[in-house]
């Protein structure tokens, strides 16, 4: 069974930033395991949740980073709704950054992306989520997950 490993920013009874105008960044961590856990090697399907973005938002910029790990492994970024919106079966490893947006990188996808949650829902956010994909190549899990992501209620800005 996958695991799902949550970092701060996307913990329960945290509430997603909203401003109608400007940009919001949050920057935040996640271990790449689960808390104690002896197994510690990442499997397809294991899912971070990073942030929670509200509806409406538009995606702007953002990366992940890895600090401290072995090895490498497909991931997936996207939101709670679509694992691979923003970035789709991306190889990645330590020293590698994941620039959302960067039209350089294989499977990357175009900036801005919209949030969209269905009015009749009790949460009117999604998850910023790096869902690991199926090419895992069982990477040690003792370090850190970093990442950044920038979004805007409004795209005039």
């Not at 935040?28 to 509200?54: C, E, H, Q, W």
Request: charged share 15%.
């Amino acid at each position: 069974m996958p695991d799902t490993m949550t970092a701060a920013l996307a913990a329960s009874g945290v509430q997603p930033r909203y401003l109608p105008n400007g940009t919001i960044t949050l920057t935040g961590k996640v271990p790449l395991g689960p808390a104690g856990v002896a197994d510690n090697t990442l499997a397809d399907g294991d899912t971070f949740k990073l942030a929670k973005i509200p509806h409406g938002a538009f995606i702007l910029d953002g990366w992940l980073d890895i600090v401290s790990t072995n090895g490498s492994f497909e991931i997936n970024v996207g939101t709670s709704a679509d694992e691979d919106a923003i970035a789709a079966s991306v190889c990645f490893s330590a020293g590698i950054l994941l620039h959302f947006g960067d039209a350089n990188q294989t499977g990357v996808q175009a900036l801005p992306f919209k949030i969209s949650v269905t009015d009749n829902v009790r949460d009117q956010f999604l998850y910023l989520t790096a869902t690991v994909g199926s090419g895992v190549q069982s990477p040690s899990t003792s370090g850190t997950l970093i990442f950044m992501v920038k979004y805007t209620m409004d795209l005039t800005v």
